[in-house]
């Protein structure tokens, strides 16, 4: 979880440097963020569904 949230967040962060918005990837970083937060930032994908 925890490098995949810094991933995305570096996406999303590049896309609004040049003025394009991802809202997908920006809903993707937020739960994957939530799920890090839960402690589960270790662990693998699936662990994002523990952050709904």
Not at 5 to 34: E, F, M, N, P
Request: charged share 30%; net charge negative.
């Amino acid at each position: 979880m925890d490098n995949a949230a810094k991933d995305a967040g570096l996406i999303v962060a590049a896309a609004q440097g040049s003025g394009t918005r991802l809202d997908v990837a920006a809903a993707v970083r937020d739960r994957l963020l939530r799920a890090s937060e839960r402690g589960h930032g270790d662990e693998d994908m699936a662990a994002a569904y523990k952050a709904s």
